[in-house]
Structures are given as structure tokens and as C-alpha cells.
């Protein structure tokens, strides 16, 4: 009963996060909307190692393609590439406080939109400016809020 729990809530969170990546804002917002999709996969795999793994990732990112209207698959690699990180280094990254993992959050997404604008720079070559830098910043410091929350759907 317990695992079933477990696997509807990491679903319904997965979902939310979904809509929240979605969710129509300003223009001056939308650039700060962070890959929430991505920060809930690295939680859940942090905190459920055994459970949450690249194959999660990969399907939520194929999601995440046809949610975003990108190139299929894009999302997909992104995400798959980064759980293998988390999985890798779980052990580790629990240790650690959350300020150090902000820093590992900072490099998730910061290989995870470099990655991506180099599929839509293939497509339509364009510009690097300014507002690349937005939606990672505001994800590593929304790591803090998306840990605290999570622990407690997860606990609770």
C-alpha cells in the first residue's frame, strides 16, 4: 500500500510541475520560469534512488517535448543525462547541506538549458543574451523551496 502511495505522489508532483512549467505568466515572468519538471526528478531521485530513474526521466521529458512544442526527444536527453548524474552522485549529494547542492542544482540546469538552446541553435541559429542566464538562477534558488516542499509530500 505504501509503494502505491508513494507512486501517486510522485506522479501528482510530476504532473504539477507540468502545469507550473506551462503556467501562462508575463512576458518579464516567463523568462524567469524555471525547469520544474527537472528540479522534481532530481528531488525524487535523490530522496527515491531506487524507485525514480532514467526511465522516469525519459518519459517525463517526452512529455515535457510535446507540453513545450519542442524537437521530440530534447527534453528527454536532457533529463535522462541529468538523473544519470543524480544517480550517480546520490550518496554523496544527501550528505550534503542544501547551499552545496543549490551548486550541483546549478550545474543540472545549467547543462540541461545549454543543451537544450544548442538543439534550438541548430534549428534557428540565435543569439546568446542576458536572459539565458534567468530561468537557471531562479531554479537553483527555487531548489531550496521545491527540497522543502517535496520532503513534505513526501513524509506526509
Not at 508575463?26 to 526511465?55: H, K
Not at 550534503?96 to 547543462?111: D, E, K, N, V, Y
Not at 530561468?135 to 513526501?154: A, E, K
Request: proline residues 4%; contains cysteine.
Amino acid at each position: 500500500m505504501n509503494n502505491e502511495h508513494h507512486c501517486v505522489r510522485i506522479f501528482i508532483t510530476l504532473i504539477f510541475a507540468m502545469c507550473l512549467r506551462i503556467l501562462p505568466l508575463p512576458n518579464t515572468l516567463a523568462l524567469f520560469n524555471p525547469d520544474w519538471v527537472l528540479l522534481v526528478l532530481i528531488y525524487w531521485s535523490l530522496a527515491m534512488p531506487e524507485r525514480i530513474g532514467i526511465g522516469y526521466a525519459w518519459f517525463f521529458g517526452i512529455l515535457t517535448d510535446v507540453l513545450m512544442g519542442r524537437l521530440f526527444g530534447q527534453y528527454a536527453l536532457s533529463y535522462s543525462i541529468i538523473i544519470y548524474m543524480v544517480l550517480i552522485w546520490h550518496r554523496q549529494l544527501r550528505q550534503f547541506p542544501l547551499g552545496q547542492q543549490s551548486l550541483f542544482i546549478l550545474g543540472c540546469l545549467l547543462f540541461s538549458h545549454t543543451l537544450l538552446f544548442w538543439f534550438e541553435n541548430l534549428k534557428n541559429p540565435a543569439q546568446l543574451d542576458g536572459t539565458f542566464w534567468l530561468p537557471v538562477l531562479s531554479g537553483t534558488t527555487s531548489w531550496f523551496i521545491v527540497y522543502h516542499i517535496m520532503r513534505f509530500v513526501r513524509r506526509y
